[in-house]
Structures are given as C-alpha cells and as structure tokens.
C-alpha cells in the first residue's frame, strides 16, 4: 500500500522545510490528510519532544505488530480486511500526532491492536 503522493515525498519535504504555506491538492487516497499531519507533527515537535517520541513508540509498536501480520500470510491471502487495516494504522497517525485534522471513523491502538488479534484468528 502505498500513496500517490509518496512519488514526491523528497519534493514535498523541501517545500514544507522552506515555506510556512504549502497547498497540496489531490484526490481522495492521494495522502493529502498525511502531508497535513506531518506539517502538524513538525510544529508541535518543540513543544515537547518526549511526548512525540513516547506516541511514536506506540504507533511503531502497533506497525510491528501489523508486519508481522503481512509477513505471516501467503502474497494470495493478503485480503481487503488486511488492506483495510493499513489503512487503519495511517489514520491512527493522523489520529496520534494531528488529531484536529479528524479520520474517516474512529480510531485508537486499542482498535487497530483488536483488529489485528481478529485477523490473526
């Protein structure tokens, strides 16, 4: 899984590195709502660099636990219950390091760690 917008990641962060605006249009899926959350996560950063890293220890915990999961099942078995979880974790970082920009449903390491027990079996 990966977004469109990843094709100009290395251009992206040059323009948010260098201007205090940057607009990013683009269709829904595209990672709009990503670049926006990375804008948010660099401002706050400052503020208290532990608090980031703790949230990110988290969120990267929960992205082992979802490789593990990719890695276990056969290429045939990778269904869109699993896609959808990818999906899932990328709201949990809007969620963790932006959560004023919002996410499409409800999202928690509490629901993205059930999901992936469920997929497990």
């Not at 660099?42 to 490789?67: C, F, G, I, Q």
């Not at 290429?75 to 699993?82: I, K, S, Y």
Request: hydrophobic fraction near 40%; include cysteine.
């Amino acid at each position: 899984m990966e977004l469109p917008i990843l094709e100009r990641a290395d251009e992206l962060i040059a323009a948010i590195a260098a201007h205090q605006v940057v607009i990013v249009a683009g269709g829904t899926g595209s990672g709009k709502s990503n670049v926006n959350g990375i804008k948010r996560r660099l401002d706050k950063l400052p503020e208290n660099p532990a608090k980031d890293l703790h949230k990110l220890a988290e969120v990267r915990s929960v992205e082992r636990e979802y490789s593990s999961l990719l890695e276990s099942l056969p290429p045939g078995d990778v269904d869109q219950e699993v896609v959808d979880l990818g999906w899932m974790l990328e709201e949990l970082r809007i969620c963790t390091f932006a959560p004023s920009l919002g996410t499409s449903r409800p999202v928690s390491t509490k629901r993205v760690i059930a999901e992936l027990v469920a997929l497990r079996g």
